[in-house]
């Protein structure tokens, strides 16, 4: 199939390097002379028709910068058959023949089922989450760790002066990955991710271990997904009797100016996906295995489960204490 015409969105939640992956998308499909559409607020800009033609220089000025210029949405109506049907409707009226979608695993869902209705749609990893099973990184992940190790830094300074405990949540949804690896960056005393089994009172025998040789502050790290941080905050000042704070990062987390691996890995990602297209290949995902970009099939992506990596978990034990 030739396809003349591509569309592409960013859904789910915004990630830093979106742009960036929008601004390759555009450049390399206009290069090979394609038509490029972008469709704004994720699967609502295709259901009802909202989209913008864009060329070489729509995408001046953007690699730099965090969020998405295409805006992004949670679509409910894209996961009921209407509204796929009114997506593909849109898709044939303005001529779309092939579909770059950014987002995460559900935003893959729509696109697998908007490729089973004849629309070929390439899936690329954007979320600052890093949990998406077939590829060992998404876009975002690294800004979203460095803006999260950089507020920890300044917690830090305030908890060493106090000799005070900051307990710091981050993001990562069901998964501890940005949590994992901005504990060791940080030099969290413990980690709380998922993935791994706690016992709060292991946090406080290694707190009273370390301040027994000497130490007077600490840094634990929590993963929104491990619960209450300000109840796990007030039960180590309870245990140790050391002030505790507890610090939500938030949504700080998703903003800023893309890091250069972010920019670098959506360029490439993007270009990926247009030529998966442009050979009229749909219902793939683009990842990455061992640095080197792959794809997959949809359904077989959805399927896969990524773990925590243990030896990294390890190390961050072994040299917290
Ligand atoms: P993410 O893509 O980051 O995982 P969501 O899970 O919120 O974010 O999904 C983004 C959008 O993808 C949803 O708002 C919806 O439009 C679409 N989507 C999610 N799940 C499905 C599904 N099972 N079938 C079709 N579309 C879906
Ligand atoms: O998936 C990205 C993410 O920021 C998660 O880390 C977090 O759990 C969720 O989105 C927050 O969603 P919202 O922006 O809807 O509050």
Do not use: W
Request: with cysteine; hydrophobic share 40%.
């Amino acid at each position: 199939m030739d396809v003349k015409t591509i569309g592409v969105l960013t859904s789910g939640g915004d990630a830093p390097g979106m742009n960036a992956a929008v601004r390759s998308v555009v450049r390399s499909a206009s290069k090979k002379g394609m038509r490029v559409l972008g469709v704004r607020r994720g699967y609502n800009g295709l259901i009802h028709g909202d989209m913008v033609e864009m060329d070489m220089r729509s995408v001046s000025d953007i690699i730099q910068r965090g969020g998405t210029i295409l805006y992004t949405a949670r679509c409910p109506e894209f996961r009921y058959e209407e509204g796929i049907l009114k997506a593909k409707k849109t898709c044939e009226e303005v001529g779309i023949d092939g579909m770059v979608v950014i987002g995460g695993d559900g935003s893959f869902r729509g696109a697998a089922d908007l490729s089973a209705r004849g629309v070929p749609c390439v899936g690329l990893p954007g979320t600052i989450d890093n949990d998406i099973a077939c590829t060992e990184y998404t876009i975002g992940y690294d800004t979203a760790m460095n803006t999260a190790v950089e507020m920890v830094d300044k917690l830090r300074d305030t908890a060493q002066s106090h000799d005070r405990c900051s307990v710091v949540e981050v993001m990562g949804r069901h998964a501890g990955h940005i949590a994992l690896n901005a504990g060791i960056a940080c030099g969290a005393t413990y980690i709380l991710m998922p993935e791994k089994k706690y016992d709060l009172d292991d946090i406080v025998e290694k707190m009273k271990l370390t301040q027994m040789s000497g130490k007077h502050h600490f840094i634990i790290m929590v993963a929104e997904g491990i619960g209450n941080t300000t109840e796990i905050a007030n039960y180590i000042e309870s245990k140790t009797g050391i002030e505790s704070r507890a610090t939500i990062l938030g949504h700080v987390q998703r903003g800023g100016n893309p890091t250069v691996r972010d920019r670098v890995v959506a360029s490439q990602m993007g270009h990926y996906a247009v030529e998966l297209l442009s050979k009229g290949i749909g219902n793939r995902v683009v990842g990455m295995q061992n640095s080197k970009i792959v794809d997959f099939d949809i359904q077989e992506a959805l399927s896969m489960k990524k773990t925590i990596d243990e030896d990294l978990y390890q190390v961050a034990y072994d040299i917290s204490f």
